[in-house]
Nanobody
């Protein structure tokens, strides 16, 4: 199983990015999939998740700014991030819920400048 996160980069505060989580060896549509992030010196936290029936949940600090979605044809989960803030700076990862340690990939770095 591989979950490959991509789409990160450097953006100014107020800007947008779209992250992609492309999967192989696993069908995302039958799992709950989450986007996680880890900022320097902090623990990894769950940012958003989408369940098999497309139910979505978000951490409070990103509600109204981030949108998680899933494309079953592409076996890919996305995270659209708008109105980014410096505190969103982190490495972003995708994994299933409950998380499986072997599924962690390299992540993708998002840096938001003020």
């Amino acid at each position: 199983v591989q979950l490959q996160a991509s789409g990160g980069g450097l953006v100014q505060a107020g800007g947008s990015l779209r992250l992609s989580c492309a999967a192989s060896g696993i069908l995302l549509r039958i799992n709950t999939v989450g986007w996680y992030r880890q900022a320097p010196g902090k623990q990894r936290e769950l940012v958003a998740r989408v369940s098999a029936d497309f139910t979505t949940n978000y951490m409070d600090s990103v509600k109204g700014r981030f949108t998680i979605s899933r494309d079953d044809d592409k076996n890919t989960v996305y995270l659209q991030m708008n109105n980014l803030k410096p505190e969103d700076t982190a490495v972003y990862y995708c994994n299933v819920l409950p998380m499986i340690s072997d599924y962690w990939g390299q992540g993708t770095l998002v840096t938001v400048s003020s």
